[in-house]
């Protein structure tokens, strides 16, 4: 390429033209044109199209939710919502899109991963992707920041597990004056789900069995059927829990909220919170009259869950099939199960041996001679 004329300013020019707008580029050293036009045309790769120059990060993702996201279930419509408002918008909202780039968004799902489970962090980067590829198709930005996102290493998934027996005798203590004493007590005898809770009225109980066949979505607080077709079932109601039952009529919720009305999972994690912390003073309680020994060893914070998932195990220790503690619990599949009832425990080893001991003839034990014949077996 000859060299360029110098101009009576004293800088050489080199014009070229995108979409039919020339442009040029100019320089003292006419070898630094090309660089220069490069980045030119990088820069104005990069540039928002006319009057999107101020649209924030916020207002384009409300506007692309109430555009983009009405094909979608009402749940899935909350997700989004909340992970705008609790996540991206804290950090982002206030940012022009057209400032925003791939290593923000990068580190915003870097920063979910080291706290929140894997589900969420993967609905972020799935709504960050949609949103922002939205926003290029309509010319809102020329290059998209999520592309190229990349799914971080998330925390272990928080695991479920049943209550220790001490647990269990300060959580019966502290179920005879709490407000929702009889509704754990429930969860614990029946293994339901939180969510199955709230829709149960009168009606669904029949002849001993509490009829479970809805549940409460947590996001839009609306009724709707169980997780599965499985969890369509009947669980018995043992006499202890029978007792302390409300009488009520059957269009009545069985536990309804404080004041009235459909209780929400809000107020059901407030008054479980409520009620832990009741533990807690039982506890002391318990230990000060000496009718527990100081806990050697710090335990797991217990949740709500975990009384359902204390109500497998107890199926598994009273003996009851693993097909039928399936069908009772609303698992799809045995297989979900399997993984409850594989946390064998040693009583459960001493009734097996007990039990192989009776059907060998060896009469009535306590399974240790069992063992023991076992081991001088192995010895042998």
């Not at 909220?257 to 999972?265: E, V």
């Not at 914070?301 to 693993?322: F, S």
Request: charged share 25%; hydrophobic share 35%.
């Amino acid at each position: 390429m000859p060299k360029p004329k110098k101009g009576a300013d004293g800088y050489y020019r080199r014009y070229f033209r995108i979409d039919g707008i020339e442009y040029s580029v100019r320089s003292k050293d006419f070898r630094t044109l090309a660089d220069k036009e490069r980045k030119k045309r990088e820069q104005l790769a990069n540039k928002a199209k006319p009057g999107t120059e101020s649209v924030t990060v916020q207002a384009w993702g409300d506007s692309w939710r109430e555009v983009y996201t009405t094909n979608l279930r009402k749940a899935s419509q909350e997700r989004i919502r909340g992970l705008q408002q609790n996540y991206l918008y804290p950090l982002y909202g206030a940012v022009k899109i057209t400032a925003v780039k791939r290593i923000h968004l990068q580190s915003l799902l870097n920063d979910m991963a080291k706290t929140l489970a894997k589900d969420t962090v993967k609905h972020m980067m799935q709504m960050l992707i949609a949103m922002f590829t939205a926003a290029v198709e309509d010319d809102i930005i020329s290059k998209n920041p999520a592309a190229g996102l990349t799914m971080p290493v998330c925390r272990p998934p928080s695991t479920h597990r049943a209550i220790t027996e001490r647990e269990r005798v300060i959580l019966l203590e502290t179920a005879k004056t709490h407000p929702m004493g009889i509704l754990v007590q429930f969860l614990l005898y029946t293994g339901l789900r939180p969510g199955e809770i709230p829709p149960l009225t009168g009606a669904d109980l029949v002849g001993g069995y509490v009829r479970v066949n809805k549940a409460l979505e947590a996001r839009t607080n609306e009724i709707k059927e169980t997780k599965s077709k499985a969890g369509f079932r009947m669980v018995p109601i043992i006499p202890r829990l029978s007792a302390i039952l409300p009488d009520i009529r059957p269009n009545q919720y069985l536990f309804p909220q404080p004041r009235g009305g459909l209780m929400s999972k809000t107020v059901m994690r407030r008054m479980w919170h409520s009620f832990v912390l009741a533990m807690d003073e039982t506890e002391a309680e318990l230990i000060g009259k000496k009718l527990l020994p100081k806990l050697k060893e710090q335990l797991p914070p217990m949740q709500l869950y975990d009384l359902r998932h204390t109500y497998c195990t107890d199926l598994e220790r009273a003996g009851v099939p693993i097909n039928v503690a399936a069908k009772l619990m609303g698992h799809s599949s045995v297989k979900v199960t399997e993984r409850i009832y594989t946390h064998t425990g040693e009583d459960m080893l001493q009734r097996a041996a007990s039990q192989l001991s009776v059907f060998w003839g060896d009469g009535n034990s306590d399974g240790n001679d069992t063992v023991n014949r076992g081991k001088k077996a192995a010895e042998s």
